[in-house]
């Protein structure tokens, strides 16, 4: 396991659950601890100058007592793409220092939904009951989908339940390179592994324990041999000084490891957040400088770079992709009508128009099959 | 133990007693005149504490704004208690607290310094325990930390915080920098006479830019387009304040001031009517405008109404 994790939170109801025992058993140096020594932890933790860096080496088994499928909490200011979020669980063990977790989550430990049994009911439920189009669902919202998975092993069941569904595909979000499981199930296109890219001082600077743009794609190459449909998240794009450069570069690795035929969807989005994430971010890791640039209230509240220099900063990476992959189906995350415009020449009015651009990537391996 | 108990009367000259000295310092920031009336016509009520150092120093323990006002009339001898020299600090801290604590309310600023003092005296538990409820902040959360540190600043930035021309967060933002440089800033805005509002937004775009270009404000503020209004003699104040808060905010924000120079432009060459005027979307977000149209009556709007809508139908 790469993260490490020092403490265990079981909730009583979920002790006998298979999941519960297959993770314990895969910690073995970690504290396990009940009802009471949960409470006396909790204290502790909201008295910690940090509670981000215990938080993160502490793990809860619990219930989802609520529906494991919801739809993506987007903005009505800006162009949503209608993703769903297959809720596994919350928090994240890298810690990326631009996260925007460290604001939502008072307690910030790592939880995952151990009653696994509910959630496929859960999930059957949802596409039966529900048999609009097709439906892009996705693991990776309110943590990294694959981050916790060599303890859960949840990733390769759930690509196996997906490779079967003919309305349905499933979006894993990641920083990490933990493919290999995955590999053993032959996912019939309806496995999008999408990995969160950025440039190489970022991620070394700021994405903390994630795994290198390499080894991510590398990890991207795995999976494509394997029949898995690959998308690139470039979220948040950060342009600090020599940030054209470094993202060309990341741009063009991208198209040597993997054939732009098998990409689903690469996404953009540049840096934007929270107001309170600025003094969150300050308070655990220094001053950042990024977070002092020109950022101004946007329509959703977050604080946003200019449009201009937005436009401009999508601009410059839309070109570099289409210079290496013409038909690239580019999209932008929480963009205006007018971004949309400017940059990719698409009339993208209505969270609708952006739902239908991405289905069709996964309709071929779809109903189409 | 009640050290209180232990204390002895005794006679000083008050100008003997190092009023500068912050051992058991709780600030307030409020005018000493009334205070110096009261002691003028009735004396003093309650005497001071003093404590008697190992090195001959008299130091304040309780009552230093009762000291500073005899200072101030001219007295030359006062009535005191003298603390023993074995009380600890902390102790002796604490009474000065709760004296204080019986009798007015702390301010923000006072509040700030008696945390940090606090944090350096008592264990967290205690600190927890005894000060923070009766102070009103929460144990936890990053308001406890920002206090702690504006706690820690010059007495003349607290000072300008406890009369609220400065906010809390400009505060917060000031402990980051220099002394010399907070201090600075302190004063250039208030010779600009900017409000607090004004202050927090120059304070905190010189800071972002500070840090982003990891250029200290001294150097930001040596710019010759600063440099020029800062040290002018031309124009009033509030015109040059004004000039300062543009170019400060141009350098911030200069895509947006570009676009919002350009739109003025445009609005000049439009020569609109005197109760019209043209509005673009926030931050310029989308190319869209706001038109605003006053009337003096509905007939009139009906009128203009129409006239747009004839307008209108050929680009529908
Ligand atoms: S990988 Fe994602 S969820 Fe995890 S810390 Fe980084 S941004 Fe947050």
Redo the contacts with the bound molecule.
Sequence with gaps: MKFPIEQVWVDDEVRDEPLTREILRKLPAARILGKNEIEDQCRAMEMDRDPFNRGKRTLRLTKNKGAFVKPCPGTPEYICCGLEILNIGQG?????R????QVYFNRPILEVFVNTGDLFSDLERHLINDPRGVHRICT?EF??SL?LDPLTGLAGKLAEFFSRSTNASLEIKT?TDFVDPLLEVDPHGRVVIAF?VNSREITRKD?IR?APVAKRLAAAARAEKRGYRIAFHFDPIIPVPGWEEAYSSVINEIFTTVDPSSISWISMGVLRFVPALKEIAAARFGRIPYFHDGFIRGLDGKSRLHVDRRINIYKYMIDKIRRRAREARIYLCMESPHVWRECLGISMDSDDDLTSYLDSAILPYTYGL | MNWLNHSTPMIVDPRSVDLEDRTYLIPCYSNLSALTKSIQRIGILNSPLVQQLADGRMIPVAGRRRLQSTVALGLDHIHVRLLPEAVPIAEGFALAFWDNAAHRVFDIACTAVVIRRVFELFPRDVAARDFLPILGIALKGPRLERLRAIGGLESSLLEAFSHGRIHEKTAALLCEMEAETRLGLLDLTEKLRLNANKKAEIISWLFDLSVLEATPISELLAREEAKSIIFECDGTVPERAERFRELIRSWKFPELIARENEFRDWVRGQSLLEKMSVQPTTSFEDPGCVIEIRTDSTDEAERIVSAVKQHARPNQ
């Design positions: 994240c063990p890298m810690d990326c631009y996260c925007a977790l990776g943590t990294d981050a920083k969160s994405e994630a």
